[in-house]
């Protein structure tokens, strides 16, 4: 079979990743259940009318709570040089305090996430986790605005073949675009680009495109009643054949996910490791002062390093230690004394994820300035 010709199953994320890992939550074989309780703070509706209005209503429903996301994996060159790859795809919004259901695909491997609500702001994102086997991930908003809008989540066990469909999402980053199509077929199985047999899905002729994936399929209620995650194609767009993951199988996952990330607290996080700098380490290796907590690396793509912070460069052996030095020495951190690792710790544990600080460092000998947006970690 030639390759032009070939019929494959693709994910729509513009720059391919290779999935890892194996497993799930759920077995091979998934059966389509009724909806699990979830906390949603929505009226139920029925949209009457011609179906234009039908679509129109339904559209205006949930695409306040469609989001695009921009997730970049960064890469070494060549000259070990950092080179950010980027990929886009589609998510909701889940709850109010920023969690989001998308595809594990559109975030996979992912260094940095960004996510642009429908008002055209962008919020720094991180992931909570995900289920590649079902091709499920939730990430969250840091700092997410309080006027959040919430996606109406449906029931996906009542779907007939024949139903009237609407697919949202941001194909080619075309932002929530809408097509509509009808429900195709149910319980389907494919094998996913990244190799897994996914099951139960919702065929759709909605067309889907790059970009889709992690959006949502919406019923004529207005409701969310699947995720789009890939297409049948032989050119890489759309010929009418779409699968999205029911919702009430995301809903499960999704609910594990957060209550697993809900039990487990976050702290703020810098992205470095260092060492505390001593009287004797600043005579021996004749540094510009007697106290600090000095950078020995900087984690690729974390706040330090977006606030251009550095880590060291020479390695020296000290007392039989292996030390690398050089790096930048923090001294204050809002105006606090750092004088060694543990007080750079302490300080930071009683910042909140997302919280901008000033840090005060010195680097050749001159003293600096930078700021950085803390993030989050378990």
Same mark, same amino acid.
């Given at each position: 079979?030639? =390759? ?40 139920? #509706? ?8 039908? #679509? @129109? ?7 306040? !709570?469609? #989001? ?19 990929g886009t795809g589609s998510g909701i919004v889940v709850t109010k305090d920023g969690y989001v259901l998308t595809n594990n695909h559109v975030i996979e491997n992912a260094d940095e996430i960004e996510v642009t609500l429908s008002n055209g702001e962008s919020y720094e994102a991180e992931l909570i986790g ?7 991930? #939730? ?11 919430v996606a109406p989540l449906g029931d996906s066990s009542t779907l007939r073949v024949g139903d009237l469909v609407i697919a949202i999402g941001n194909p080619f980053g075309l932002d929530r675009t809408a097509t509509m199509g009808i429900v195709s077929s149910l319980n389907r199985s494919i094998k996913s ?11 759709? /002729?909605? =067309?889907?495109?790059?970009? @889709? !994936? ?13 995720? @789009? ?5 032989? !050119? ?11 919702? @009430? ?11 697993? /990330? ?42 330090? /390093? ?32 750092? !004088? ?8 930071? =544990? ?29």
């Open positions: 079979m030639s =390759s032009g010709k070939a019929i494959k199953i693709i994910s729509y994320l513009l720059v391919a990743l290779i999935a890892g890992g194996a497993g799930g939550y759920f077995a091979s074989v998934y059966t389509e259940r009724p909806a699990p309780q979830v906390e949603q703070k929505y009226a139920v #509706v029925n949209i009457t009318g011609s179906i234009d209005d039908v #679509v @129109n209503l339904a559209y205006n429903r949930v695409s306040p !709570s469609v #989001v695009h996301i921009t997730s970049t994996v960064l890469r070494r060159g060549f000259f070990f040089e950092v080179i950010p790859q980027r995900s289920d590649p086997a079902n091709d499920i991930a #939730v990430i969250k908003i840091l700092n997410p605005p309080e006027n959040l809008e680009e990244q190799g897994y047999i996914m099951h139960g899905l919702i065929q759709t /002729d909605a =067309s889907i495109n790059p970009g @889709n !994936s992690g959006g949502p399929l919406v019923n004529s209620r207005g409701e969310v009643i699947g995720i @789009n995650t890939a297409i049948l194609t032989t !050119s890489g767009g759309s010929i009418g054949i779409g699968f999205a993951i029911p919702i @009430n199988k995301a809903k499960i996952i999704m609910e594990k996910i957060i209550r697993e /990330d809900r039990e487990i607290q976050r702290r703020p996080w810098l992205g470095i490791s260092g060492l505390t700098v001593t009287e004797e380490l600043a005579r021996v290796f004749n540094l510009p002062v007697k106290e600090g907590a000095m950078i020995v690396e900087v984690v690729p793509g974390s706040p330090a /390093d977006k606030a251009g912070l550095r880590g060291g460069e020479v390695q020296v052996i000290y007392r039989g230690y292996i030390l690398t030095m050089g790096g930048d020495i923090i001294i204050e951190i809002d105006g606090e004394r750092v !004088s060694s690792m543990e007080d750079l710790v302490e300080i930071i =544990s009683t910042k909140q994820i997302g919280q901008e600080i000033e840090i005060t460092f010195i680097r050749g000998g001159e003293v600096k300035k930078t700021r950085a947006k803390l993030g989050g970690r378990k």
